[in-house]
């Protein structure tokens, strides 16, 4: 586990034996499903100083802590759609007033269900994108580089809109395949519209990329809205935002289009903690609480 470099540079010397006080770690939910945010907060005791925090959870290495009001520090860590239902034990390093503490806690995971979806497509150049394995990796790495360096504070506020209005045509963490072979689970949901509707941001922040990406994603969309939370927009007709732009809650972004690796028209719309993908519906209906 790394300790958080927002918060402490440097690597530790030895343990030290911790004191009779202690901070405290919690995590929420408590009962988490495939697809949650969980919250993850480290509360110092009285008189003490919270100087950095390493801990790894899930599928991610080293979640990124943030200051709060009273000397508090809290992370966002996504639930990944592939783990079971089950008890996750949950442990973080926590350097306080020069001395390290081991941290416990734990989630009782519930079961989810993704069902399957089967897709066709016939057009010619579905095949040399399937196989596009470098193209599509050079693709993923370029995303991933934009999504690095989230800012150090929330710029979201209150309630997630949802960005386009349309029908729902494939849901997160639907397991899929694409003319008989296995295509993962869906990091997302589709949201079936036609061509030239207004897509939004759901929420308030900066532009972190815009970009066409032939390979997978087309005109692609991706905004920070700070303390590691993402959201982004995939096939898009048009951009409308460059990228370092700030943007409002409800503001235009792009127009949707059938650009990329796609069957028709539709937003493709993800939120995502650091690299984790998480159930943007269910960001949509209960937001992120900071």
Known sequence: MKFSSLLVTGALTCAAIAPARAATLKVWPANPQPGDVLTVTVYPAAGETIEGVGMAAFDTDAIKFYGRDGGV???????????????????????????????SASVTARKRYFPTQRITMSNKGTASKMHATDKLRAEKVYVQSKMKDSYAAPLWSGNWLMPVSGSSSSGYGRKRYVNGKWWGQHNGSDIKAPTGRTVIASNSGRVAMSAYLPALRGNCVVIDHGCNVYSIYMHLSERAVSEGDSVGKG?????????????????????????EPVDPMKVVSGGIKF
Do not use: S, Y
């Open 251 to 275: 503001q235009k972004i792009g127009e949707v289009g059938a650009t990329g690796f796609v069957t028709g028209p539709h937003l493709h719309f993800e939120t995502r903690i650091g690299w």
């Open 73 to 103: 520090v809290r992370g966002f860590v996504g639930f990944p759609f592939d783990r079971q239902a089950g008890l996750f034990p949950l442990r973080a390093r926590v350097m306080v007033n020069g001395k390290e503490q081991i941290l």
